[in-house]
């Protein structure tokens, strides 16, 4: 069984994909979409979820297929995969997450690729002074100065939460400001809890806080303490449409895919090899 393989020919439609032993034309799925149209599930973490929002429907409109994305805490897709009746097609999961997947035989052999990935920033409501949080000196003392700050949950399976809550002690603040945290996550109003006044400064996901109206970045952590979250996709092995869900897969490394990325503050990852 061969990985994905990563080039392409010149021209969109004519983009094939070799994956877990699987030739697809994305082509050849639009010309038969009439007749061979299929629900595609798709269940993944919050992060690289807007994103894929955003490249769904031209999929769905070049192809026929209708693409469901189920968006949820990586514990909570844990959980939703250990039923009998969970059968996703394509899971898109920090890359750690999924490899204990792929050890477990839950996915299609070979299918495993890397998406993007992303860093953690701070945000503030829209119109409120930007704090500096370009060194870690700055970031401590904006930490220290907040009123309230909101973050995910770290004792819920999600590494982003995590991180945060092991930089506090690792700043030496972690006494002084985990009175002052409001957990929540992203997807669930987190970020939009920031442009409501909830909380005066979030921490979360840079890809969580750019689609959000009503708040601003203030910049990512400092390289010194930024934690990347790699994201990885592949097919489960219970899903019922391979073919059309490795296209869906193979859409989200596409050139044209990358730009869609970015924009949603998420960085593409394309290895050849991968």
């Known amino acids: 069984m061969g990985r994905l393989a990563l080039s392409t020919q010149s021209g969109g439609a004519a983009a094939r ?34 994103v894929q929002k ?41 890359r750690p997450a999924l490899m204990s997947f792929e050890k477990s035989g839950a996915l299609r052999p070979g299918s495993m690729v890397d998406i993007a990935r992303v860093g953690i920033g701070v945000v503030v409501r829209e119109g409120a002074p930007v704090p500096d949080v370009s060194t870690v000196d700055a970031l401590r003392k904006t930490l220290l100065n907040a009123k309230s700050i909101a973050h995910p949950n770290p004792k819920d399976g999600g590494f982003a939460g995590a991180h945060i809550d092991r930089m506090f002690e690792r700043l030496g ?43 601003t970045l203030a910049g990512p952590l400092p390289a010194e303490l930024q934690n990347y979250i790699v994201f990885s996709g592949a097919l489960h092995a ?8 490795a296209a869906y897969l193979r859409l989200l490394l596409e050139p044209r895919a990358q730009e869609v990325w970015k924009a949603g503050g998420l960085e593409a990852v394309v290895v050849a090899g991968n």
């Open 17 to 50: 994909l070799a994956i877990a032993g699987l030739t697809i034309s994305l082509a050849v799925l639009a010309a038969a979409a009439p007749s061979a149209a299929a629900d595609i599930h798709v269940f993944t973490s919050g992060a690289p979820s807007a």
């Open 54 to 94: 955003r490249l769904a429907p031209g999929f769905e409109k070049a192809t026929g297929h209708t693409v469901i994305i189920t968006a949820a805490t990586l514990s909570e897709i844990r959980k939703r995969l250990q039923q009998a009746d969970a059968k996703p097609d394509v899971v898109v999961l920090p």
């Open 173 to 215: 603040i972690a006494d002084a400001v985990r009175p002052k945290v409001t957990l929540g996550y992203a997807f669930t109003g987190g970020v939009a809890n920031i442009a409501k006044g909830v909380a005066e400064l979030g921490l979360f996901n840079i890809s969580e806080i750019v689609p959000i109206k009503g708040v």
């Open 238 to 245: 219970r899903g019922a449409s391979p073919e059309p869900a």
